[in-house]
């Protein structure tokens, strides 16, 4: 079965990718992302390459430790997947008479797959440091012995043929002082290069040059700023490749509005023969033709707006006008009826929107259960043959018709008498009902226009919702005529416009030679009018930019609650937001299906995925799939996979991660529902929970965190906070980064900045604790985990715990522990205390003793806890019973002769010793005594005088977990001893 990455490339990948390419995904990836993802290229814990430098004798271990963990991470996977993926796409301009053969194409992939092999060496912890330049004869061996551990073979049945010039490309990827580029050094009369030298030195070196310096770079303007640029267009002038690296860059990170951007000037620079070869949070790095010019700024403005609002129907995006029409977006619905989000009436001319707003009613007045009529009818002073007639007409149809008439006059005819009688007017009620009737009001509503509605709807009882649709579109199509004529409607404007332009001009970059200074006067200026008393400031971006106040149709958590509490001589304050951000929120109203006003009930946890320094551009499409097919996780799914796998990570390669998990090759090509253009940049999803606590929102969440950059290779922030922390992925090192998480990830003694090497541990340890969780503390579907900080205290107390918990789950369920589950709750013990060594040395404390009675002791493991723990139990009586004044020695006799004599009351097959009849019976004797005296040694001295410290109370308090943990020890080594065939009696 394929993994994720591999899926996602397959499918994005277009129908007529080369084969090689293909197969390099299919065959070589797997095993890549089994040995490289663990392995950092750059980045890292300090610690573990300390740890690692130190076992290979390296002379400045702390130096390089340290100069290397002040790196951001990137897996190894990732740094040879996308160098790959960078240098092919390269090679595709080559000229005719350089264009690669395909023996030369797998030399690029496996080339390229092995020019880190020291990072890999030095990853692996391994005491033998990796081959120095000069040591060729090492440096092919180790090619070929990596070359056979990652499926080589099954990709080219013939490179051991080419092991020469793989090795050679290996080592000669960087044009460094490290290099041993001298073709004579590598060719003797034993071995001999099978392709042209020249070939390997003026091509497919540069290539792999380029592909790899390219994934060191981590912000698009180092192409004009550092001498990496500098690098790649040398090796671009050396390969012949007549381009120009151009670049466009948005120093801002807020979410789906800066992806919005970038992919717009991604469409706009395609248009310009541009093509994106480097893909970053904050930009793009283009291939351009030689004769480039920067583009109109205006015109890159003017299409970025264009976009954003309006789409691009040829890629198949969609933009905020097509959620505004349909009233997904831009209207919201309370006790109050129907309200619009500014940025509706600033999109859109009024009369267009009066022409939409029947639309926008059809979908967001749809109480039809409980319509509002009636109960607004109530409220008036009606006769009862009128409230009798009314009532005929008082349902959904009528609440449509009044809300499309409220909506209308409170938007666009507020001061307007003649607006109250043309409605009146036109649905034939002028003598019916009054004007001054229809403006009947109470706390902010108007009971008079349902009487009008209601009044029309029982006149055509026979109209059904269809034709109330169709009428309602007729009357506000002849509304819109008649205001225009008239000249009632207001000039359209757009604030949201304006500020909008402004924010591209301060933020953006294209092809520019240095960067732009922010409008630091402006920012002064928005700054110091928000500080005047009542004015409002935007609380997600403080005082960049000038705020409103914040309405619930715009933001996703609930606008502030406003009270005559202010602080004392102070002005009342007020939470405001800035016109980009509320943008955003639309945004996310439209693409994310985000609630307006109601999303902090479900308590969501944003997940922003970034690149680790650069995506190339199909690495980027495979994760914008997922994110756009993302399924919700079920951790009892989860559990199972990691389990099968035998609490691996790769496991989870194999969860239905997607709403759609079938693999077609290059299926996005062929649907028109999908765009194959947009990238995600900064990629962004969100989690939400259906339980009331911290705990519930965070627990799918932190299984993400750690479990993407090890599947994807990415870098990922959790937060709660709708603003992402950090603008791009080089404000942070970490792999994982997780803000403000609930206390259980505190209690489990993990970093909330996770490095690579940290990432695997960090998740068994998670997973160990939410399968103990769901398996002996929850009751399927309910996880209960709410109680989860509960058994993360218990875990972390004691790993005896872990015996405990289980064996508290086996009682509910009233069934006895099998072979499997034995060795899973073994596994899990034994993963846990990794890396404490007090744990570590409690659990083999624990086991020693139980191996030690089982020497004189041994009953069937089907038989009760009871039976098997009788020395233990006997031997912990023993200690907490006698008195404290009794020498260590006396009470070590003492407990010894009481155990022997429960043994004598126990039936003989239970005797190991004593049924070995090879021994004479007065020596078998002899040999369970002492082995009785020894076990009874070990539980005195090294479990009470050591472990508890002489303290009966503290040994009484962890009498149960002791039995818990010694029962499945002996589980556990009765279980080995059967696999080795060792007879039990």
């Known amino acids: 079965m394929p993994t994720l990455l591999q899926a996602l490339l397959i499918e994005t990948l277009p129908a007529d990718t080369d084969p090689i390419l293909t197969s390099f995904i299919n065959t070589i990836l797997p095993v890549m992302e089994r040995e490289f993802g663990l392995i950092p290229a750059m980045g890292g814990s300090e610690i573990l390459h300390y740890q690692n430098l130190v076992k290979q004798g390296n002379k400045y271990a702390h130096e390089n430790a340290k100069n290397w963990a002040n790196k951001s991470d990137q897996s190894l996977l990732v740094h040879v997947l996308n160098g790959l993926l960078i240098a092919w796409n390269l090679s595709l301009h080559l000229s005719p008479r350089q264009q690669l053969k395909d023996e030369e194409k797998k030399l690029l992939c496996l080339g390229i797959a092995l020019h880190d092999y020291n990072k890999y060496v030095r990853g692996q912890g391994e005491e033998q440091p990796p081959p120095q330049a000069h040591e060729i004869e090492e440096i092919i061996n180790l090619c070929s012995e990596l070359g056979t551990k990652l499926n080589f073979t099954e990709f080219w049945s013939e490179w051991q043929d080419y092991l020469l010039e793989i090795a050679f490309l290996a080592q000669n990827t960087q044009f460094t002082v490290d290099s041993s580029s001298i073709i004579t050094l590598w060719e003797n009369e034993q071995r001999q290069f099978t392709i042209h030298d020249k070939r390997l030195t003026d091509i497919l070196r540069h290539l792999l040059a380029f592909g790899d310096i390219a994934v060191h770079i981590s912000d698009p303007a180092q192409i004009i700023t550092t001498t990496k640029g500098d690098r790649l267009r040398d090796h671009l002038f050396w390969l012949k490749i007549s381009k120009k690296l151009v670049y466009h860059r948005l120093r801002d990170c807020r979410g789906l509005i800066t ?59 969609k933009g905020l006008a097509t959620y505004f029409q349909s009233g997904d977006v831009g209207f919201v619905r309370d006790g109050k009826g129907l309200k619009i989000a500014p940025q509706t009436l600033e999109l859109f001319t009024p009369k267009d929107l009066i022409c939409q707003l029947p639309e926008v009613v059809q979908v967001k007045v749809a109480n039809i259960k409980s319509p509002a009529t009636p109960k607004r009818l109530e409220k008036l002073d009606l006769t009862e043959p009128q409230k009798q007639f ?248 989860v559990r199972k996979h990691w389990l099968d796998a035998g609490m691996r990570y790769q496991g989870l390669q194999n969860l239905p991660w997607r709403e759609d998990d079938d693999l077609q090759p290059g299926r996005f090509k062929k649907t028109k529902n999908y765009s194959v253009t947009d990238l995600p940049f900064m990629a962004m999803t969100y989690t939400t929970t259906r339980g009331k606590t911290i705990t519930d929102a965070w627990v799918e969440p932190i299984f993400l965190a750690l479990s993407l950059p090890l599947l994807l290779g990415v870098k990922v922030v959790a937060t709660s906070s709708p603003d992402p922390v950090y603008a791009s992925d080089q404000e942070f090192l970490e792999s994982a980064v997780l803000d403000g998480a609930a206390g259980f990830w505190q209690l489990l003694n993990t970093s909330s900045n996770v490095r690579i090497q940290e990432l695997s541990p960090g998740l068994n340890r998670l997973l160990i604790t939410y399968s103990l969780h769901l398996d002996n503390r929850s009751k399927k579907p309910d996880a209960r985990w709410q109680a989860l900080n509960g058994t993360v205290r218990d875990l972390v107390t004691d790993v005896l715990n872990i015996f405990a918990i289980a064996d508290e789950g086996f009682r509910n369920t009233k069934k006895e522990p099998g072979p499997e589950d034995v060795k899973r709750i073994w596994n899990y013990a034994q993963t846990w205390v990794k890396g404490d060594k007090q744990m570590q040395e409690k659990l083999k404390l624990i086991e020693r003793i139980v191996t030690e009675y089982r020497q004189f002791y041994q009953v069937n493991v089907g038989e009760s806890s009871h039976s098997i723990l009788l020395p233990i139990s006997k031997a912990l009586e023993v200690i907490l019973t006698v008195p404290d004044h009794l020498e260590t020695e006396d009470m070590i006799l003492q407990g010894a002769g009481q155990l022997y004599d429960a043994l004598e009351r126990q039936e003989p097959y239970k005797r190991p010793l004593l049924m070995n009849k090879t021994v004479e019976y007065s020596e078998r004797k002899n040999q369970e005594l002492m082995a009785i005296h020894q076990f009874m040694t070990t539980c005195v001295n090294d479990l009470f005088l050591g472990l508890y410290k002489g303290d009966r109370a503290l040994l009484q308090e962890n009498r149960n977990r002791i039995k818990s943990g010694a029962e499945f020890a002996y589980r556990w080594l009765a279980l ?10």
């Open 390 to 637: 009314l009532n005929t007409g008082a349902d959904i149809r009528a609440d449509r018709l009044a809300e499309f008439i409220i909506l209308a006059q409170k938007e666009f005819f507020a001061n307007s008498s003649d607006y109250i009688n043309w409605i009146l007017n036109t649905l034939e009620l002028t003598s019916e009902i009054s004007p001054e009737v229809t403006q009947k009001q109470a706390g902010g509503v108007n009971y008079g226009w349902y009487q009008v509605a209601a009044y029309y709807v029982a006149k055509h009882p026979t109209l059904d919702e269809i034709q109330v649709k169709e009428y309602l579109q007729k009357l506000a199509n002849k509304l819109a005529n008649w205001a225009e004529e008239n000249k009632l409607l207001a000039e359209n404007s757009s604030p949201t416009y304006q500020a909008f332009i402004d924010y591209l001009a301060q933020y953006l970059e294209i092809f520019t030679t240095g960067d732009k200074n922010g409008n630091f006067t402006q920012e002064l200026t928005a700054y110091t009018q928000a500080k005047i008393t009542n004015q409002v400031m935007c609380s997600l971006s403080s005082g960049e930019a000038l705020a409103e106040e914040q309405l619930d149709t715009v933001v996703l958590f609930k606008p502030q609650q406003y009270s005559n509490k202010n602080a004392l001589g102070g002005g009342r304050i007020k939470r405001g937001i800035s016109k980009i951000w509320s943008l955003e929120m639309l945004l996310r109203q439209a693409f994310l299906g985000a609630p307006p006003g109601k999303l902090e009930e479900q308590q969501p946890v944003f997940l922003y995925i970034f690149p680790a320094y650069v995506y190339s551009p199909q690495v980027a499409k495979a994760v914008r799939v997922l994110v756009k097919e993302f399924k919700r996780i079920n951790l009892w799914d």
């Open 976 to 985: 080995q001893a059967k696999n080795t065939e060792k007879p039990e009696s």
């Open 259 to 317: 992806n919005q951007i970038h992919n717009a000037v991604v469409n706009f620079a395609r248009q310009l023969g541009w093509e994106e070869v480097l893909c970053f949070a904050q930009g793009v790095v283009y291939l351009a033709p030689n004769d480039v010019t920067t583009p109109k700024f205006t015109d890159v403005q003017t299409a970025v707006w264009g976009n954003l609002i309006h789409g691009d129907e040829e890629n198949n995006q």
